[in-house]
């Protein structure tokens, strides 16, 4: 096990009607002027949003909204808000949604009181120490944002999607109803399960050796995984499918599932550059570079995808190569992905060669490579891309 | 899933010479004077007490010792710790040890600022909201104590071993350096492992119904523990089991493998009797009241017996009834904790069941019953302690 820092000093606030009580808890916290910030129609549509309103007003606290998020989060709106809380002299920032929004509060966060341009956070990798306190309400279980500490914003000017983070940036509390997830379309539910499973993939894949505890957690995170995913997206309105899976987002990408070991994350830079060019759902890019990554590093560590065949898919090993193992669990993979309705091959979404090496060079903007299981150097990602066809 | 609030604000500062950086850790958070917190001849025997020291005083801070607690660990020292905080006025407590040291300066961190008696606290149950901030250097990892808000401690004046907790009693920081557990006498190491293991049994044992990734992740720590036990002991400098062991003691009582569920505690009531009254090994306690309370109760579930002597034992169903593959998963654990030196029987630590009547009566005070999984009333109880003879 290699050395680590773990602190996740969220306080999360887990159940049926919490968010009715968001205002409470601000005002517990000591805070008196909130940022909310918002996307979409979802909000307005159910009613959401006045209840969230209304509570934070009820607790006496003042109220300034943004509204405008997108998928993808853009610079631009992280600009507004930062102007918008110097300007009302806000002290804490709330997001009512996903990833996209509680990456934009935190853009936001760490922009209010640094000097400087916040996208220098992105291009330089310099930690977040300083930002106001974010809370987040949690409306789509899939990021994992509510319990970390990073934030990907896409520049619009130049097509870049790039990450910041740094203790500075975990939210003081999350909310999480798993009720208000009901009336995700079919389609953002399995999104969000797809996105859970690649960031623990993103974990598992790894050189580090004898890892037994995270290694079975996770074997467990993807069993757990695949037998929820298909019972969810045919009973929607299930309470206890949709706790299930809200609190498996939040611990996918908190390092509960990987502490102690050096993680990959060649799949999330490769799908990165597919979401900054095309604007293709982020879970899209996702599984489609997650089945051809495995295509490409498996005879790396054959055992180890192996034991990942066997534990998470329960496949049978007897009578069979190890090769043959390693690759019915990768078919288990796509077959996974394809059920619960997410592309596995760039054409499926209207994606061809053009920008393969464009895409490449985007990915190793400052890196001698991407990746650690495998080490992937511009080759290496132009062949993953061409197996992603 | 049941609703929950999770929030475990620890900085786990895990690896090796991590200890080496306490002055600087708590110097870092603004703190000026230490109470000192340990017990046994461990420290000065192996130097470590001496680098402590040094570490805190090169960074600036004054340093108070306490020595003196023993497992068990008494209320007696506790009242003195209080005393000295008040009278020099101490800014926060270290404790350097395992969970006797840590729940003794957890006690002493609640009654400095407690006007009462600190005793009110684990005779009532009220919660602990203001406390001295906590340290902790671990160096026995066995008791979680260093990732959760609860104490237990024994007043020797009527042999009550009593827990209290609350948000206030979180460390602010955990010192985890594998390394420092290198020493510990194999008897000890063992009970570490036996007591890691019952906590997981206490949340893994739940009515409450559908609980996928918490049952999942349970059933991965059971067998990876069980696994790398008996390595452990044959290899006891074994830098990566020692970590993995470490970090294992840790998750196993913060609720990272608890959240949403109905918990039991039943064998835990049982087994604080025992001690409290024969003074015996924690762990000797829990080992021999978990397989004897698996025996009483394994009838109210046997599926989830069955799921447990599957997933955690790998014990194969084929061509077996219900019953005897629960029956295989309760032997297989009684195997699992007499190869680990660990014993099973009351009549191998010399305990006879004169008293057992007493403390049934002890177990049940203040309650209508003990357990969850099966609510143990009186009858119950020393029926588990005969089974346990």
Redesign the interface.
Request: net charge negative.
């Given at each position: 096990?290699?050395?680590?820092?773990?602190?996740?000093?969220?306080?999360?606030?887990?159940?049926?009607d919490?968010h009715k009580k968001v205002g409470e808890t601000i005002k517990g916290l000591g805070y008196k002027k909130v940022l909310v910030n918002y996307g979409g129609t979802f909000l307005q549509e159910t009613g959401l949003l006045d209840v969230v309103l209304n509570s934070l007003k009820n607790s006496g606290l003042e109220v300034v909204e943004l509204d405008g998020v997108l998928p993808n989060p853009r610079l631009g709106l992280v600009y507004r808000g930062i102007e918008l809380c110097r300007a009302e002299k806000v002290d804490i920032v709330l997001a009512i949604g996903g990833g996209s929004t509680i990456d934009t509060c935190k853009a936001i966060a760490a922009g209010v009181p640094y000097k400087g341009d916040v996208w220098d956070y992105y291009m330089t990798g310099e930690p977040v120490l300083e930002a106001l306190p974010i809370g987040v309400i949690l409306t789509i279980p899939a990021s994992g944002s509510e319990s970390g500490c990073g934030s990907m914003i896409t520049n619009e000017e130049n097509g870049l999607k790039r990450g910041a983070g740094g203790p500075g940036l975990y939210p003081k509390f999350a909310i999480c109803n798993?009720e208000l997830t009901y009336s995700l379309p079919t389609v953002q539910t399995a999104c969000g399960m797809a996105d859970m499973f690649t960031h623990v993939c993103e974990r598992y894949f790894s050189n580090t050796?004898?890892?037994?505890?995270i290694?079975?957690?996770d074997?467990?995170?993807f069993?757990?995984l695949i037998?929820?995913a298909p019972k969810l997206l045919k009973d929607p309105n299930n309470y206890?499918?949709r706790?299930?899976i809200m609190?498996?987002g939040t611990?996918a990408h908190n390092d509960?599932l990987g502490?102690?070991r050096v993680q990959d994350w060649g799949t999330h830079d490769m799908g990165h550059e597919i979401s900054g060019m095309y604007d293709t759902t982020h879970a899209f890019s996702m599984s489609i570079m997650l089945i051809a990554w495995m295509k490409y590093v498996y005879t790396h560590d054959i055992e180890r995808f192996v034991r990942y065949a066997k534990y998470a898919f329960s496949i049978k090993t007897e009578g069979k190569t190890r090769e043959e193992i390693a690759l019915e669990g990768i078919q288990s993979t796509e077959m996974f992905m394809k059920d619960i309705g997410m592309p596995v091959r760039l054409s499926e979404i209207g994606i061809s060669d053009t920008n393969f090496e464009e895409m490449a060079d985007k990915a190793l903007i400052g890196k001698e490579h991407i990746g650690n299981f495998v080490e992937l150097k511009k080759d290496d990602i132009i062949k993953i891309y061409q197996l992603a066809k």
């Open positions: 096990m290699l050395d680590f820092n773990f602190c996740v000093p969220t306080n999360f606030i887990f159940g049926r919490t798993p050796q004898d890892t037994y505890i290694d079975a957690m074997e467990g995170f069993r757990s037998e929820i206890n499918l706790s299930e609190w498996m611990i509960t502490i102690g």
